[in-house]
């Protein structure tokens, strides 16, 4: 019998550290956002400020500072949908995800590749 409650015991035990681990694993120590939960939110506030359905996020980078991202966002829509013009929006958040601010850096129609740069690929 006393093996019994030992096994028990000790596969209590083990569970109870396995979700300790697993707990570390999913909270960070300074309690900040992923990135996925910066990019959802990101999207949700610029939607709420603009009035527009943001479509991609096309670059996204962490710095000391906080978060920058380029947004691509549908402005107008039309028939057919390639002539649809978009926007390529600079969303600034803080450490916490929280916009700081955006500006619309680019505009363009659906169905136009950007134009050639010189200076090599």
Known sequence: ??????????QSSRTSQKSDETDDVREPADNRPSPMQVLRHARTQLAELTGMAPESVSSFEQSEDGWTLEVE???IARVP?????????RVELDPDGELTGYRRVRRYERGRADPHRSGGR
Request: glycine share 0%.
């Open 81 to 89: 949908d390639t002539m649809s013009l978009l926007a390529s929006y």
């Open 1 to 10: 019998m006393s093996n019994t409650s030992n096994t028990s015991k000790t």
């Open 73 to 75: 966002v549908l402005e």
